[in-house]
């Protein structure tokens, strides 16, 4: 490992936490949404300062070659995040028509309303 | 039975129909005078609001399309607020004959949920191909179910008793083949009677019904997986009112 590639991992993983906590603090990201992204930065950060600990991950759980065991922790963190936001997706979709539900059937009543306070408004 | 036909209000999905509302509503009304009706507009592009309130329905306009599904919950609810009883689905293309409304909620006497079918020996309504296999085996499977005997699952034309109508209020599923399929299933599961009347179908006013094989293939699939989901849906999901 070369000391440009060393110093690249770790800027990189940085970028993402300060991308990450930033967005969290203008509230442009929700909690729930930042913990897997705020965890990969983590890791990255963790594996980019100290290259021994993903030697010693990639052993524990038998990976010959380490950078395997990156890819396959991004690819499963990116499924994840994309499987929660497939479901975020439907319960938003499913509020969404309880809205239009609603606001259907509100309409019906604001239009009897008119029409009965316009009567009102003509016997005066 | 007239005390019923005033507690019943007819629910009529519409979707693009400016063609054909008017005519169903004046239909409707002129076969039973004095029943609700209210116009559900699932989000049409044309003047399908419009006809329906000059034609003397109340109208529900959906913001957008939702889907048969949608629409109908947002009758269901309608009745609720509004102390209605019992539901009737009427399709507003004219394909439902509305003289066959006092048939099917006589039998609300004995039961639930009262399913207008097509292929019950009344009109002329004809289906082939893998179209009507999947109808078929669905009917079978759902007969089974429901312990009734139904030939036509999918039909649109059905009639709800209070239990049914508080039941869909909440739950009626909006996913596509949900409204028939998935509705049947867990109202069943939901310890509702079901039964089915002969109706007589006239031909759709406009539209050709689709003898695409591909098509064909892709609704005889997600007609299985709608059942499939249906079945090992969690009790919790459709439980009504929360605690019951």
């Given amino acids: 490992m070369t000391v440009g590639s060393y110093i690249l991992g770790i800027v990189s993983a940085g970028l993402i936490l300060v991308v990450v906590v930033e967005l969290l603090r203008r509230r442009h990201l929700r909690e729930r949404h930042a913990i897997w992204w705020f965890i990969a930065g983590l890791l990255a950060l963790v594996a980019g300062v100290f290259p021994a600990t993903l030697e010693w991950a990639a052993d524990l759980v038998g990976i010959e070659v380490p950078i395997n065991l990156v890819f396959f922790v991004s690819i499963a963190i990116l499924f994840l995040v994309c499987l929660q936001h ?3 997706l439907t319960q938003l979709e499913a509020k969404t028509r309880t809205l239009a539900e609603r606001s259907a059937i509100l309409e019906i009543r604001v239009l009897e309303l008119e029409k009965r306070s316009a009567v009102r408004g003509n016997d005066d | 039975m007239s005390s019923r036909l005033g507690s019943t209000l007819i629910v009529m999905p519409a979707f693009n129909e400016e063609a054909s509302v008017g005519d169903v509503i004046r239909e409707v009304f002129a076969k039973m005078p004095g029943v609700g009706v209210l116009v559900v507009d699932d989000g049409s592009s044309d003047d399908t609001t419009r006809v329906a309130r000059a034609a003397g329905a109340r109208v529900a306009t959906l913001p957008f399309n939702l889907g048969v ?39 609300l006497d004995s039961a639930d949920l009262v399913l207008g079918a097509r292929f019950a020996g009344e009109g ?27 030939t036509d699952a999918t039909s649109g034309y059905r009639a709800s008793g209070p239990r049914a109508v508080a039941l ?5 599923p909006a996913e596509y083949l949900g409204d028939t399929i998935e509705a049947l299933v867990i109202a069943s599961r939901s310890g509702l009677r079901i039964k089915q009347v002969a109706v007589s179908m006239r031909p759709r006013a406009g539209g050709i019904p689709s003898h695409n094989p591909f098509r064909s293939a892709a609704y005889l699939g997600r007609a299985a997986m709608a059942l499939v989901f249906a079945f090992t849906r969690p009790p919790s999901t459709y439980r009504v009112g929360g605690s019951a």
Avoid at chain 2, 74 to 94: H, K, L, M, P
């Fill in chain 2, 168 to 172: 869909f209020a909440e739950h009626y």
């Fill in chain 1, 86 to 88: 497939s479901s975020e």
């Fill in chain 2, 124 to 150: 002329g309504y004809v289906v082939r191909g893998p179209r009507w296999w999947a109808m078929k085996s669905l009917a079978v499977i759902l007969s089974r179910t429901s312990r009734a005997t139904l």
């Fill in chain 2, 69 to 107: 599904g949608g629409a109908m919950r947002t009758g269901f609810r309608y009745a609720i607020e509004n102390g209605y009883d019992n539901v009737v689905q009427i399709d507003s293309d004219g394909q439902h004959d509305p003289s066959s409304v006092p048939a099917l909620l006589a039998e």
